[in-house]
């Protein structure tokens, strides 16, 4: 197996990788993403120790220990291409030789919890309740960039989505599926459901400021949508991303949210803060 080229897998002059400024050794198999640098340390301070730290850009990270568990935090930043980002220098972590730029024959799989907050699109997924997503539906472009292959559940999944809501021409959904071995671990006190993933906070997600929309209608589209039992609860900027790369990768991932919006009520959570500290605390009792 050839070396990859110092053009495409970079390394800084300690020997930590380019954005993330990270060498394997400072990264835990449990990495917890946040959206926001700031939620690093909300996460972090319910370790037991922390023992390395390192903020690069907007990638913070905090590796620590719960018990016996080695765990690292690290801040994403906003959209598809920084989870691009993350995901491929996580994997290169600990699946490439970053000495001799080869790839390992031994993979490792990481898990991965994204810890976020996401807007509601169903009356009963009220404010300060929490989304785990069984499947992420990319509106982004992020996915077709790679060779992938959609599952059977997946297939049937975006061809209902296609027939029932209204896109434009230039937008091609497709559709990832979270790990059900972490999803168990999180049923008790979660919604299970679809989740919907733009590449924007604004006219992606049906919010009009003073640009009109091309589809005026899309998140009454996507809130009728149906297949089987399934709904699609929220959206958000990242987990289908996450699914997506996860999945190709070979790691193990989830997407938690904590509902700080309900759009069809018009509602913003009182105290999204409390919110969102309840949902760290529930998913580091279960990991």
């Given at each position: 197996?050839?070396?990859?080229?110092?053009?495409?897998?970079?390394?800084?002059?300690?020997?930590?990788?380019?954005?993330?400024?990270?060498?394997?050794?400072?990264?835990?198999?449990?990495?917890?993403?946040?959206?926001?640098?700031?939620?690093?340390?909300?996460?972090?301070?319910?370790?037991?120790?922390?023992?390395?730290?390192?903020?690069?850009?907007?990638?913070?990270?905090?590796?620590?220990?719960?018990?016996?568990?080695?765990?690292?935090?690290?801040?994403?930043?906003?959209?598809?291409?920084?989870?691009?980002?993350?995901?491929?220098?996580?994997?290169?972590?600990v699946n490439i030789d970053l000495e001799t730029r080869v790839e390992k024959k031994e993979k490792k799989s990481l898990q991965f919890i994204r810890i976020g907050t996401s807007g509601s699109l169903q009356k009963d997924v009220d404010?300060?309740?929490?989304?785990?997503?069984?499947?992420?539906?990319?509106?982004?472009?992020?996915?077709?960039?790679?060779?992938?292959?959609?599952?059977?559940?997946?297939?049937?999944?975006?061809?209902?989505?296609?027939?029932?809501?209204?896109?434009?021409?230039?937008?091609?959904?497709?559709?990832?599926?979270?790990?059900?071995?972490?999803?168990?671990?999180?049923?008790?006190?979660?919604?299970?459901?679809?989740?919907?993933?733009?590449?924007?906070?604004?006219?992606?997600?049906?919010?009009?400021?003073r640009i009109g929309l091309n589809n005026p209608d899309l998140n009454q589209d996507l809130t009728q949508f149906r297949w089987g039992n399934n709904r699609i609860l929220n959206f958000e900027m990242e987990t289908s991303a996450i699914?997506?790369?996860?999945?190709?990768?070979?790691?193990?991932?989830?997407?938690?949210?904590?509902?700080?919006?309900?759009?069809?009520?018009?509602?913003?959570?009182?105290?999204?803060?409390?919110?969102?500290?309840?949902?760290?605390?529930?998913?580091?009792?279960?990991?």
């Amino acid at each position: 197996m050839n070396p990859i080229a110092a053009s495409e897998l970079i390394i800084n002059n300690r020997g930590a990788i380019y954005h993330l400024d990270l060498r394997p050794e400072e990264i835990g198999e449990i990495i917890l993403t946040v959206g926001d640098p700031f939620r690093v340390e909300k996460v972090s301070k319910y370790f037991d120790r922390i023992e390395h730290k390192s903020h690069h850009r907007e990638f913070i990270t905090h590796t620590g220990w719960i018990g016996n568990k080695k765990i690292s935090v690290l801040s994403t930043g906003i959209g598809p291409d920084n989870i691009d980002i993350v995901f491929n220098e996580l994997d290169a972590l600990v699946n490439i030789d970053l000495e001799t730029r080869v790839e390992k024959k031994e993979k490792k799989s990481l898990q991965f919890i994204r810890i976020g907050t996401s807007g509601s699109l169903q009356k009963d997924v009220d404010v300060d309740c929490f989304v785990a997503t069984t499947y992420g539906i990319g509106l982004d472009n992020l996915l077709h960039y790679y060779r992938h292959l959609e599952n059977q559940h997946e297939i049937e999944l975006i061809s209902q989505f296609k027939s029932q809501v209204k896109l434009s021409p230039n937008i091609q959904p497709y559709a990832t599926t979270g790990s059900a071995i972490l999803l168990a671990k999180f049923a008790d006190y979660t919604h299970g459901g679809i989740t919907a993933t733009c590449p924007g906070f604004y006219g992606p997600q049906g919010r009009v400021l003073r640009i009109g929309l091309n589809n005026p209608d899309l998140n009454q589209d996507l809130t009728q949508f149906r297949w089987g039992n399934n709904r699609i609860l929220n959206f958000e900027m990242e987990t289908s991303a996450i699914y997506g790369l996860g999945k190709i990768l070979g790691h193990e991932c989830l997407s938690l949210s904590a509902i700080v919006a309900n759009r069809l009520a018009g509602k913003f959570s009182e105290n999204a803060d409390a919110a969102i500290d309840k949902l760290i605390q529930a998913t580091l009792e279960r990991i």
